[in-house]
């Protein structure tokens, strides 16, 4: 019995947390519009707050799943979609358009939690609303030693059809000592 409550209660306060964040991410969106009024700007900020977030998420990502080790990226992106966006965000992307050495590759959104019950009015048409979830990737995989490029391809708050987000490795990055700290 005690199992089944404990269950029961990380599963409510995952879903609580999770949605509590949806439902202020408008409002922290809204509020950067209020403050920079600049599409790109507020883009850039969206970019370098889910990158501090993004940071943090991967240490609790490697902590729940600590026997998760991936060799390629293309392992890497099967399971940020598996399990990072599954577990945080309350679904699963498909991971497709891989290019021939599989260094890119493409998520597309079925749905976004993000974009429920929004529209973007015509002076804001090119603002990547959900673009915090490109910091974030940059943010977790910079944790484990990668770089990438991440952005918004398509997204249907624009009119596109569906929502892609592109990620490109860049490179492995190589754990360095601080000099004179041989």
């Not at 922290?28 to 790109?40: G, P």
């Not at 015509?122 to 910091?135: D, F, K, T, V």
């Not at 484990?144 to 596109?160: N, P, W, Y």
């Amino acid at each position: 019995m005690a199992r089944l409550k404990a269950s029961y209660s990380e599963a409510f306060t995952k879903k609580v947390g999770t949605e509590l964040f949806l439902l202020t991410y408008g409002s922290l969106v809204a509020q950067l519009i209020q403050d920079y009024e600049d599409n790109d700007e507020i883009n850039t900020q969206l970019d370098k707050m889910g990158y501090n977030i993004g940071l943090r998420l991967a240490d609790d990502f490697l902590a729940r799943y600590p026997q998760t080790k991936c060799v390629e990226f293309r392992e890497t992106a099967d399971v940020i979609a598996k399990f990072g966006f599954k577990n945080y965000l309350g679904f699963v992307p498909v991971v497709d358009k891989w290019n021939p050495s599989d260094r890119s590759c493409s998520l597309f959104f079925d749905h976004n939690p993000l974009a429920e019950f929004v529209e973007l009015p015509p002076e804001h048409a090119s603002l990547w609303y959900a673009n915090i979830l490109c910091g974030v990737l940059r943010g977790a995989l910079e944790v484990v030693h990668l770089e990438v490029e991440v952005k918004f391809l398509q997204d249907v708050l624009r009119g596109d059809d569906k929502t892609e987000l592109y990620i490109r490795f860049i490179r492995k990055i190589e754990d360095t000592v601080p000099p004179g700290e041989d």
